[in-house]
């Protein structure tokens, strides 16, 4: 399996306060993603980085904020955690952006 | 036209027989596509990918076929068996792009 280590497995947090997922790597590899995965909608990409500090916007970025400061670590945090965030979230890592993406074994998010 | 569109959302199959599982696009400019598997408590695990220069690649038993005019491909598992029960997502990346844009999924299960 790819060196790839999500932190919190599970988390059940309460509405308002704010929530880091920590995504950490040892292979290296430049690309990393925050997705979101719910029934009916598939992967959901939130945030991505192509670099130590170089992120950008996905297609669901509203309400969360991304950090890398460093090759391995990619942060994601919900600044105040609603029902909605309620999700699966899911990091990757990739060499190239025509390259195996690997996945992580996810966090389960639970918002009350 | 930027979305890749996944059909069907289930697939009930016989053991020994073949799913299939088809993705259309819109953007021309789509030159990877690839095919992930994901098992329940797991992340997604890349299949299979082909790129729009060939029309066909196969694997074992899985193969793309990519229909370039149309603008769709499709998964053929042949002689599916109850360890292939798992959700399939299809992708599809630009070359200048840093993300991937993924399909809604489909639940294949293979009964004995």
């Known amino acids: 399996d790819a060196g790839i280590t999500q932190s919190p497995r599970h988390k059940v947090t309460e509405t308002g306060t704010p929530v880091t997922l920590r995504c950490h790597q040892t292979e290296n590899h430049r690309y990393m993603y925050w997705y979101r995965q719910d029934p009916g909608h598939g992967l959901r990409l939130i945030h991505y980085?192509?670099?130590?500090?170089?992120?950008d916007k996905g297609e669901v970025s509203d309400g969360y904020s991304v950090s890398r400061s460093k090759t391995e670590d990619f942060l994601l945090t919900l600044e105040s955690a609603t029902s909605s965030q309620t999700s699966v979230y899911f990091c990757?890592?990739?060499?190239?952006?025509?390259?195996?993406?690997?996945f992580g074994q996810g966090t389960r998010l639970t918002v009350v | 036209q930027q979305q890749v569109k996944q059909s069907p959302q289930s697939l009930i199959v016989q053991k020994g027989g073949i799913s299939i599982i088809n993705c259309a696009y819109e953007?021309?400019?789509?030159?990877?596509f690839p095919w992930y598997q994901q098992f329940p408590g797991k992340g997604p695990a890349l299949l299979i990918a082909?790129?729009?220069d060939v029309s066909e690649k196969k694997e074992g038993r899985f193969t793309i076929s990519f229909n370039k005019s149309a603008k769709q491909f499709s998964l053929h598992i042949m002689d599916s068996q109850p360890g292939d029960s798992a959700t399939y997502f299809c992708?599809?990346?630009?070359?200048?792009?840093?993300?991937?844009?993924w399909g809604a999924g489909t639940k294949l299960i293979i009964k004995p």
């Open positions: 980085s192509y670099g130590v500090k170089d992120t």
């Open positions: 990757a890592i990739s060499p190239g952006t025509t390259s195996e993406a690997f």
């Open positions: 082909i790129r729009p």
């Open positions: 992708a599809a990346n630009l070359l200048s792009n840093y993300q991937l844009i």
């Open positions: 953007n021309t400019a789509f030159d990877y």
